[in-house]
Nanobody, 123 residues
Framework: QVQLVESGGGLVQPGGSLRLSCAAS????????MAWYRQAPGKERELVAS???????KYADFVKNRFMISRDYVGNTVSLQMNSLKPEDTALYYC?????????????????WGQGTQVTVSS
């Protein structure tokens, strides 16, 4: 079964740090772009950061110079180091990845999402 599994969320005080991780597992031929999104209560899901299969990164303006995305190509994992956390960073964080999977003789990219991990920033 192909899946993305996140870990690392929790409760942290303002100014603190957390590290989120996401592992892709199953019969995967290749992992393309990976990303982290978040969704706060009553708000739409928004992109936080992304990283291509070649390592190029992009960040939302609201996390620049605070968060860093990285990936491990061997373990098919993506991580998000979050520093200087603010209460407005509180949200459910989702991992997203484009996974190339073969079904029979046909291989193509499928868009996968993790189940989400809660990050709460509060004193």
């Amino acid at each position: 079964q192909v899946q993305l599994v996140e870990s690392g969320g929790g409760l942290v005080q303002p100014g603190g740090s957390l590290r989120l991780s996401c592992a892709a597992s199953g019969d995967i031929f290749r992992v393309n772009d990976m990303a982290w999104y978040r969704q706060a209560p009553g708000k739409e899901r928004e992109l936080v950061a992304s990283i291509t299969d070649r390592g190029s990164t992009k960040y939302a303006d609201f996390v620049k110079n605070r968060f860093m995305i990285s990936r491990d190509y061997v373990g098919n994992t993506v991580s998000l180091q979050m520093n200087s956390l603010k209460p407005e960073d509180t949200a459910l964080y989702y991992c997203n990845a484009g996974l190339v999977i073969f079904r029979g003789y046909e291989g193509r990219e499928y868009d996968y999402w993790g189940q989400g991990t809660q990050v709460t920033v509060s004193s």
